[in-house]
């Protein structure tokens, strides 16, 4: 079975803004998360993202200036072992209703089809309530970050959900947890 992480992108990869990021100079990464993304790749992982762009609907900016966010990220992302393999995007404002949008599970759908498996257990991490209640509706493993909006997702959450600082310290819980599993299906111990 294929090792896959699903991420949400602003607040979750980088700094997002309150007036959408509209160019590919907005498009800033949060410290760490790259790295976090090289090691999850060199872990053997492959890496998605889910991502509602409503600014596409409202005309803020186009698909070409998305792609652009998109090839700058994977360019970023190649000097440390990393890339994107799959973006899946809701370009859709929320009063259409659509079926794509987070917390409706569209984009995660459309994931599991491209890579043909199951979401129950993959992980997938976000900033906010949606990321998680999109996780929940496909059997998937919903991971709260505190950057981005996830501060007061995780007030109002509680300890109902797993939640970390920030996509680094989220990718290192999994990745040890992807050590330990291994020491325990070969025999051998869990360094």
């Known amino acids: 079975m294929s090792k896959l992480v699903i991420l949400d992108r602003d607040g979750t ?6 007036d959408y990021i509209r160019k590919v100079e907005d498009f800033v990464p949060i410290p760490g998360s790259l790295e976090a993304i090289g090691r999850l790749c060199q872990a053997g992982y492959q890496v998605a993202i889910a991502t509602n762009q409503s600014g596409l609907g409202r005309g803020y900016f186009d698909m070409v ?3 652009a966010m998109h ?15 799959y973006f899946a995007v809701c370009p859709h404002r929320p009063e259409a209703d ?7 599970p ?5 994931i599991a089809k ?5 979401l129950k257990f993959v992980p997938i991490i976000g900033d906010s309530r949606r990321d998680l209640e999109a996780a929940v509706t496909v059997g998937g493993r919903g991971i709260l970050v505190r950057t981005g909006n996830g501060a007061d997702a ?3 959450l509680g300890n109902t959900v797993e939640v970390y600082d920030d996509l680094a310290q989220a990718v290192d819980t999994l990745l040890r947890e992807h050590v330990a599993e291994a ?3 070969d025999g051998t111990p869990a360094e």
Do not use: E, Y
């Open 71 to 85: 090839q700058k990220l994977n360019a970023l992302l190649a000097p440390l072992g990393g890339k994107i393999s």
């Open 98 to 104: 659509c079926v794509c949008r987070k917390p409706r």
């Open 114 to 118: 491209h890579f043909n498996i199951s």
């Open 13 to 18: 990869v980088n700094f997002d803004s309150p």
């Open 65 to 67: 200036t998305l792609v």
């Open 106 to 110: 569209g984009l995660l759908d459309q």
């Open 183 to 185: 020491g325990d299906h």
């Open 154 to 156: 995780a007030s109002a």
